[in-house]
């Protein structure tokens, strides 16, 4: 894995770093024994330019907008694969046979029910609570009902454990959007084994759904199941690095997925036109003038990571027109502000030259409101999706049986303090 070594010069020493490089020819400064070596560590604020890790699992190009699933291209998967064979690819390396897929499908269908007690504790939550909150309450209660999952020796139960995980958090969901409508008791599975339209027909507690919605929910689910060493695939990859179970692992993960810079991302966006359709004195054009000067803040556009298009939003765009003229809704008035804002970046040098594209958030946020999904649910279902690439960062840092996580920091507290009696403080 090394080809060279990289030279470090510091206080009139010399450092010799080995480098690697990756399998799509990045290349990387091994750092490991450079405190050890020379008293020095590397600084770099919320990790931005740090491999925390080697994967095999998702590969990013940034500046060419390319997005790969364990090899695979993003527009190849989203036009030929279902959910949950990306989900088996990304978890155990390699998209199924016909027998393996519908053996997964059939054992993700037998544990898509959750038991009732388990259901019964978010009873206890009030009809307004935060959804991503009952759902990290309840993604860790699954332990006292699943104890195997606790086996410190994880590999023997792994592969039913992730299953089951991907069956019930769909389930889980569902409940949560019922106990806010005052209808828990009416979630049960449908024994229906297409995944997305169970969910669905658990989560609205009817039969008939509208195929393009299933579809685009369906290919919702597919785009977010992994992106690379994000916040919330990093977390996960940190605690389970102390060995804390899958389950456990899997709700810190949602935690961070809960955050506004992070999952929340596409309620912002939707607030943010739901704000320019309901202001009279504010229209798209105006709106992106305020951005420029400062006065607005513009969210859906640009990622931490793309410095072009957003593969996944190409794709989701296409679905968000086919979603909204299914259900007679193309002249959805927050669809249209959807796009003058893109059309209007993407003209504009000032968002060009800064690489403010259209994100995945983007458009999904408009998919699940045309579905009838409320606001704060979409993260949720953003949870959803991503399942299985946390599985895979589980099951892969499980694997590589490292050390436990552990950055380190560059103090800048007082120093050689003492105590001062109580009487003078």
């Known amino acids: 894995m090394s080809a060279d070594n990289a030279t470090l010069h510091c206080d009139g020493n010399e450092l010799s770093l080995p480098t690697h490089t990756g399998s799509e020819g990045e290349r990387a400064v091994d750092v490991t024994k450079l405190r050890g070596s020379s008293g020095l560590i590397?600084?770099?604020?919320?990790y931005r330019n740090t491999g925390s890790c080697e994967s095999a699992i998702t590969f990013i190009n940034p500046e060419e907008g390319v997005l790969r699933y364990r090899g695979i291209h993003i527009d190849e998967l989203a036009e030929h694969c279902s959910f949950l064979e990306v989900a088996y690819l990304l978890i155990w390396g390699e998209l199924p046979t016909q027998d393996a897929l519908e053996h997964f499908i059939s054992t993700v269908c037998e544990h898509t029910p959750v038991h009732d007690r388990l259901l019964s504790i978010l009873n206890g939550f009030p009809p307004d609570a935060s959804p991503m909150a009952m759902l990290s309450a309840s993604l860790n209660g699954l332990c006292g009902y699943h104890p195997e999952v606790l086996d410190v020796d994880y590999e023997e139960h792994f592969d039913l454990t992730a299953t089951k995980l991907i069956a019930k958090v769909a389930t889980l969901a569902a409940a949560i959007y019922r106990h806010r409508e005052g209808k828990l008791a009416d979630v049960r599975n449908r024994d229906e084994c297409d995944y997305t339209l169970n969910f669905l027909k658990m989560k609205f507690g009817k039969e008939d759904f509208n195929p393009a919605m299933a579809k685009a929910l369906d290919?919702?689910?597919?785009?977010?199941?992994?992106?690379e060493q994000n916040c919330s695939a990093s977390t996960c990859r940190m605690v389970g690095s102390s060995h804390a179970n899958l389950f456990a692992s899997c709700a810190a993960a949602i935690c961070a997925l809960w955050g506004p810079l992070h999952g929340g991302a596409n309620v912002e966006i939707m607030n943010q036109l739901e704000s320019i359709h309901n202001d009279p004195d504010l229209d798209a054009d105006k709106f992106i003038a305020g951005v420029k000067d400062k006065k607005y803040r513009l969210f859906g556009f640009g990622h931490p990571v793309y410095k072009n298009y957003d593969p996944r939003a190409k794709i989701l765009k296409g679905q968000a027109e086919a979603v909204l003229a299914s259900l007679d809704r193309a002249d959805d008035p927050l669809l249209e502000i959807a796009k003058k804002l893109e059309a209007a970046a993407l003209a504009d040098d000032y968002f060009v030259?800064?690489?403010?594209?259209?994100?995945?958030?983007?458009?999904?946020?408009?998919?699940?409101?045309?579905?009838?999904?409320?606001?704060?649910?979409?993260?949720?279902?953003?949870?959803i999706g991503r399942m299985p690439g946390w599985i895979a960062q589980y099951k892969e840092v499980r694997d590589q049986k490292g050390k436990i996580y552990r950055p380190r920091q560059l103090y800048t507290g007082k120093t050689d303090q003492h105590v001062t009696p109580i009487a003078e403080r």
């Open 219 to 227: 290919l919702i689910f597919l785009l977010h199941a992994d992106h």
């Open 42 to 46: 590397t600084f770099d604020p919320g």
């Open 353 to 383: 030259s800064r690489n403010l594209y259209p994100n995945v958030d983007f458009y999904s946020g408009i998919i699940m409101r045309a579905m009838g999904i409320p606001t704060d649910m979409f993260t949720v279902l953003f949870a």
